[in-house]
């Protein structure tokens, strides 16, 4: 029978990201965009896993850690909190409430898969409370073109938006730019954050990648934004993107399986 994720996340990106991504996976998503509606599917039908973002409408991540772990009947279920760049986690909160890892967003699909499976197995590596972009990923100093990779997991490494056949995107050459990175700039089109922090170490010609990508995203979606509701031109819009760089990450790993 497969595992139970709720993951409750106000953004679309991040829920087409982890739909996409526990894809082939023996883990059921369920998603849900704001804590209260969490809670309520936390009552109705336990998970056996839970992500909740710090930030999200109703009752934030660290009330919806609250309910689970303050039930004895549910204190079992892990729950991991997930962070943005502009969303600093509480993580001497989070670990008195009794939580059981955090992600910052972006991150890496393969990264979320192994974490997941840690928990789901009753594994608690230290790991879980390292924000992905930390050297245990992306290694200080690595360089500009150099794949973000999870220690003893696959390069999580993927093409910038113009090399999937955008048309605004192609008119600039293409350059190497991280899954995470690429999630960074849909977010930051989604959000209407500023442009997506530097990672560690120096990555000019990743960060050049990264705010076409950004840029190419956002006029894609501007172009749509006739007499629509933005919201849902957003959705569509980061949804289709969001669902081919998952899939195109999906099919690496793969192939490097198969590879190997």
């Known amino acids: 029978m497969p595992h139970r994720l709720l993951l409750a996340d106000d953004s679309v990106t991040i829920q087409r990201v982890i739909e996409l991504t526990f894809t082939e996976e023996d883990v059921t998503v369920t998603a849900v965009g704001d804590g209260q509606q969490a809670i309520d599917q936390i009552s109705a039908e336990p998970p056996d896993i839970v992500l909740a973002d710090v930030g999200m409408p109703e009752k934030t991540g660290y009330e919806v850690a ?14 991991i909190l997930l962070t943005g760049a502009y969303e600093p986690v509480d993580k001497e909160r989070a670990k008195r409430i009794g939580c059981d890892g955090v992600m910052e967003k972006p991150f890496e699909p393969q990264m979320v898969i192994n974490r997941v499976r840690d928990l789901l197995a009753g594994e608690r590596p230290a790991s879980l409370w390292t924000a992905p972009l930390d050297d245990e990923v992306s290694g200080v100093g690595a360089p500009a073109t150099a794949p973000i990779r999870e220690v003893g997991g696959p390069a999580a490494e993927t093409t910038a938006l113009a090399a999937a056949s955008s048309p605004i995107a192609s008119a600039a050459p293409a350059a190497p730019v991280s899954l995470a990175e690429a999630f960074a700039a849909l977010l930051a089109a989604e959000q ?11 990555r000019t010609a990743s960060s050049l990648a990264t705010e076409r990508l950004a840029a190419a995203v956002t006029r894609r979606v501007l172009d749509q934004l006739t007499d629509q509701v933005v919201e849902d031109a957003v959705t569509r819009e980061v949804s289709q993107v969001a669902e081919r760089l998952v899939q195109d990450e999906i099919d690496r790993i793969k192939s490097d399986a198969d590879a190997t």
């Open 66 to 79: 609250e309910f689970v772990k303050g039930d004895p009947v549910l204190s079992r279920i892990p729950v």
């Open 192 to 202: 209407g954050w500023p442009s997506p922090p530097p990672t560690a170490g120096d």
